[in-house]
């Protein structure tokens, strides 16, 4: 059955003024190929036989129908999946971010076409295959621009001592790093085409929907971690508590198997989750969160478009994004003993210049404090409005 695709009860209203919405948090966009169905046009699918009808179902030449299979599975609510071609039979870099795709609406960035995902899974082209290493790169500058989250796998060959090097010796770094999240070791589960014979598979969809049911029961704010693996038999290499804590300091998800419960996720860091960072989104809820409550503003707000740029316009809009601010904070979802230490909304001349003015530029800047209240992560949201009159 499909779960909720946003936190519980996040809608909020103000009086007299306007509405904004929390969007949807765990719609995941799968990218790959497929037996059938559309060619590099997003669809959307709300179960696992709906995308069997679809697609085809399994195939032992790809890992996409084991990705959303796994994904249902663990909680998935919302599957986007985009399939991709190749004469060749195996997708390559160039069927991924070919140079010009993304002025083309070609590879993953075929996604412009859908109106919004918030999860990218990218399951190799064979099952226990790899994804060609230059594409996760670029997926993640993507995510960036989408406000989306990547859910990365490395190398099937990869060791505990070589993968902490993996993300950085492949560009996943910088500031779009926030918006990724490395998982390891991979899954092992029955394989279906192969009556019900254990294989080893990439463990994106399985975290995908970890991440959707954990989202669907404690909200986005909560890390999606300490939670069981559905429909996991085992992992391909058990961690030691030691290799986990290395591992963890190096910004890896470790995935474990703990008596008595089976395989679970162990671990909530982004790519800038590394210790020596000391990044503000080091934490994948954190960085979730953020990129929850811009999306939701940026949306919401879209009504101001055109409207005169001045004063009443900002008060509007900082008392509409304070309503929505303020219900998070009463879900639990930022700290604080008062709304005063949890979160400020600003909208006014200290968020902007007066050639934004000019040029019709409005900022809403919305401080949050996700761990404790003296620490405050600012996003801005930036929009766009007619030009002061008179």
Sequence with gaps: ????????????????????????????AFVGSCAQGPVEDPVRV???????????????????GYAVQDFFANGGGSAIILRLVTEDGVLTETDYVGAGFEDADKGIYALAKADLFTLLCLPPPVPDGDLPQTVWKAALAYCARRRAFLIVDPPAAVTPSTVTGWPADHGLTGDAARN?????????RPDPLRNGAVGDFAACGAVAGVMARTDADRG????????GLAGVSGLTVVLTDGQNGTLNASGIN?????PGR???VWGARTLAGTDALHDEFKYVSVRRLALYIEESVYRGTQWAVFEPNGEPLWTRLGRSVGAFMRVLFQQ?????QTAKDAYFVRCDRTTMTQDDIDQGLVTVMVGFAPVKPAEFVVIRIQLSAAAPTG
């Design 262 to 264: 089976g395989p679970a």
């Design 1 to 28: 059955m499909p779960v909720p695709e946003q936190p519980p009860g996040v809608e909020i209203e103000e009086v007299g003024g306007h509405i904004i919405t929390g969007v949807p948090t765990a719609i995941c």
């Design 46 to 64: 709300t179960s696992y036989p709906e995308f069997e009808g679809t697609f085809g179902g399994l195939s032992s030449d790809s890992g996409l």
């Design 180 to 188: 990724g999240a490395v998982y390891f070791p991979r899954i092992r």
């Design 254 to 258: 470790c995935l474990r198997t703990f």
């Design 220 to 227: 986005v704010w909560t890390a999606p971690a300490n939670a």
């Design 332 to 336: 639990g979802a930022i700290q604080g």
